[in-house]
């Protein structure tokens, strides 16, 4: 029961700056009541008990198995299967975020009232899966790149300089349509899904690995997740 009612009481705090957040613009600022005040309270508690049982899958679970393998691959000292593994591990993981789907399927409806493409469910689709596989791919050859960082202990101050001064270049060059959406596919790629097991297998790695340290050297990785992104759908915009 104890280790339910504590990650329990964890989320209620984490809650309770942005609940009081609302209540007060709600009923100080706008003096308007609360609609619908039962199905909130009920949402409410859904988002609470959702947040704990997360949280605590992600402590018993995903963290654990991201670190065994990372160790796993690093003592086995065979390079291929870790950045194929790497790869595989950061495209899956952006495939399946809930935020980057809702923001290609934004993207898609915004193009099509734009007239950029048809407004058609087929065109949208295509649009939508289109730009979440160029963020998918772009996290995956990231994730790579984090993962040979470590294992050569290149400093990440001068690639993170170096790629953001790209993405600044690109900008000047790219579609005024497609800078805002590669912005914020940067954004959505390091959510609930992808954060925690690419942190575990940076962490794992560099505990693995002789001469790294993990606060060094194992983070980091989710910098290059965001980059990336940026980078591959601004150049996916001006190619198309």
Known sequence: ??????????SIRDLIPIVSVILFFQLIV???PIPNVLDIL????????????FIE?????????????AHDFANK???????????????????????LMAVAKEAALAASVSGHIANQP???IKYAFGLRMVVATSVGIAIVIGVIRI?????????????YTL????????PDEIIGIAYDSGGVTTSTITVPLVTALGVGLASSIRGRNPMIDGFGLIAFASLTPMIAVMFYGMVI
């Open 1 to 10: 029961m104890k280790k339910i009612f504590i990650p329990l009481t964890e």
């Open 122 to 124: 087929d065109a949208l």
């Open 42 to 53: 009920f949402g409410t508690l859904l988002v609470i008990l959702g947040l704990t049982f």
């Open 30 to 32: 706008m003096q308007q």
């Open 151 to 163: 294992i050569k202990g290149w400093p990440i101050q001068w690639m993170i300089i170096s790629g």
């Open 77 to 99: 000292g065979s390079l291929f299967w870790l950045i194929l593994f790497a790869f595989l591990l950061g495209f899956g993981t952006t495939v399946a975020e809930p935020a």
């Open 57 to 69: 899958g992600l402590k018993m679970g995903l963290f654990p198995i991201g670190e065994s393998m």
């Open 167 to 174: 993405v600044i270049i690109m900008t000047l060059f790219a």
